[in-house]
């Protein structure tokens, strides 16, 4: 086991006028979960093929403990990774396809069929080690690809979006083994994933890459609470924070017959007279009574009933063109083409500058 850095590390593909990867500063502990999410095209799995050396580097350095690999071809890297294909041998049993890797090494016989059973003990496979991968699911063929870099016992495993195969009742379970299996083993993970519900799920750390640029590395919860930026904060949560694009009047963010506090350091911080304050679905209720004059008025468009909770999907009546969601209780009484009055949550407010797009401190 063993740390990763990257230190100023780029990527930049021919004919290309902007870097897939852009300068990239990050450190992933030792027995770190950290998981790289972002939209397609961001650069996470070039980043995950950069550390696998699998795409070389034009700029900056990365290390694996504390070796520079920068230049080192894979096989010495003592890494495994898992694939979003399988890349299982159809001719060989399952015993075979975890043992693989070994087999080729040389390993004397006992010790291969000891760190196989193991594996397949780890990952409830023992029944199906000698059966071939066409007799198995997508699920336990996931779970073989697991065996056979378990078996390796390198310092780093990385995972191209491993799941994205697997229907989404078996990507639940799946995603849930996977994060278990980790911190059990307490190998090193880099995770690559499009699924913000996946990577709020399963990382310690999660980084958020948009354009081949780190946006935030933080934890689950700092990302969903303290977004850094209005990227961020779009992206993380599901579904998305409302950003509502406010027009500055003294110590107040206007926006329609909503009106936002700014604290004087937030005041202070902006460089215009606009300002975008967030609010996530769950922070907009309802009105009563007593708080009619206080929220904004929206039509509600539709209703999405999950049970428990009832997503409302609105337009604001004074900003006709523009959408905004808000939770409410499950069967809920909110019916399509009515008006109602939405109030947030005034401590659950994230403020951000419109012209640079980051969060203005408190």
Known sequence: ????????????????????????????????????????????????????????????????????????????????????????????????????????????????????????????????????????????????????????????????????????????????????????????????????VEAMTMGDRVAVLRDGILQQCATPRDLFTRPLNTFVAGFIGSPSMNMLPCVVDGDLGRFGTLQLPLTPSQRTALTTDKVTIGVRPEALKMASSDDETKGLAVTILTVEELGSDAFLYCTPVDHPQMSVVARAEGLSSARPGSTVMLVPDLAALHVFDTATGDRLAE
Request: one cysteine or more.
């Open 1 to 196: 086991m063993a740390a990763v850095l990257f230190e100023k590390a780029s990527r930049i593909y021919p004919g290309s006028p902007h870097p897939a990867v852009d300068n990239l500063d990050l450190q992933i502990d030792d027995g770190e979960f950290l998981v790289l999410v972002g939209p397609s095209g961001c650069g996470k799995s070039t980043t995950l093929r950069m550390l696998a050396g699998l795409e070389p580097i034009d700029g900056g350095s990365v290390f694996i403990g504390t070796t520079d690999v920068t230049m080192l071809p894979p096989r010495e890297r003592d890494i495994a990774m898992v694939f979003q294909s399988y890349a299982l041998y159809p001719h060989m049993t399952v015993g075979e396809n975890i043992g693989f890797h070994l087999k080729v090494k040389r390993l004397p016989k006992d010790e291969i069929k000891k760190r196989v059973l193991q594996a397949a003990e780890i990952l409830d496979l023992v029944p199906y080690l000698e059966r071939k991968p066409a007799k198995l699911s997508g699920g336990q063929r996931q779970r073989v690809a697991m065996g056979r870099a378990i078996v390796r016992q390198p310092q780093v495993f990385l995972m191209d979006e491993p799941l994205s195969n697997l229907d989404a009742k078996l990507r639940v379970s799946t995603r849930t083994q996977i994060a278990a299996l980790q911190r059990r083993l307490g190998v090193t993970t880099v995770y690559v994933t499009h699924d913000q």
